[in-house]
Nanobody, 123 residues
């Protein structure tokens, strides 16, 4: 069974950094695109970043502005989201997701979700 388990969220002051992790079980990381999404209170879930399976093909939302980096470790079957220069606007529950495709980063392809990890940025 495919399982996605996020970790690394927490409370951080504006300007700080966090590194989120998503451990994948039941699926080979290098064979499927992975993504990060987030949902703030009263808002719809929105795309943050994605990476293709096994290759350095990435896509980022405009609001990232060079602050976030998505990466994967195939040996550990884990995908990461390094977040720097955080602001209160980044406060949300962050979810990792696995796509049905390997190279396509289309948001509609991400159909399996983890439980999420809370990120709170104070001012």
């Amino acid at each position: 069974q495919l399982q996605l388990v996020e970790s690394g969220g927490g409370l951080v002051q504006a300007g700080g950094s966090l590194r989120l992790s998503c451990v994948v079980s039941g699926r080979t990381l290098s064979d499927f695109a992975m993504g990060w999404f987030r949902q703030a209170p009263g808002k719809e879930r929105e795309f943050v970043a994605a990476i293709a399976g096994g290759v350095e093909i990435t896509k980022y939302a405009d609001f990232v502005k060079g602050r976030f980096t998505i990466s994967g470790d195939n040996a550990k079957n884990t995908v990461y989201l390094q977040m720097n220069s955080l602001s209160p606007e980044d406060t949300a529950v962050y979810y990792c997701a696995s796509s049905r495709y390997r190279y396509s980063l289309d948001q509609n392809g991400f159909d399996y979700w983890g439980q999420g990890t809370q990120v709170t940025v104070s001012s």
